[in-house]
């Protein structure tokens, strides 16, 4: 059995985060999606991804910052 990639998806606009986590699942992934830093930082904690789709103007935190740490 082919192992499935899981992606994070990290926006705190619902819709954008929705879409894309539709867009990725219709494609085979397994995805989750978190609103902000601070969940993102608990999934990573929880999981290992593949992938991390960041929203670079999230409200509230840096998310070039986020992807630096």
Known sequence: MEAVHRILVVD????VRD???SLLQDAGFAVDGVADGKAMRAALVERTY???VLDLRLRGEDGLQLARE
């Open 12 to 15: 705190d606009e619902a819709d």
């Open 19 to 21: 879409w894309l986590q």
């Open 50 to 52: 593949a992938l991390l």
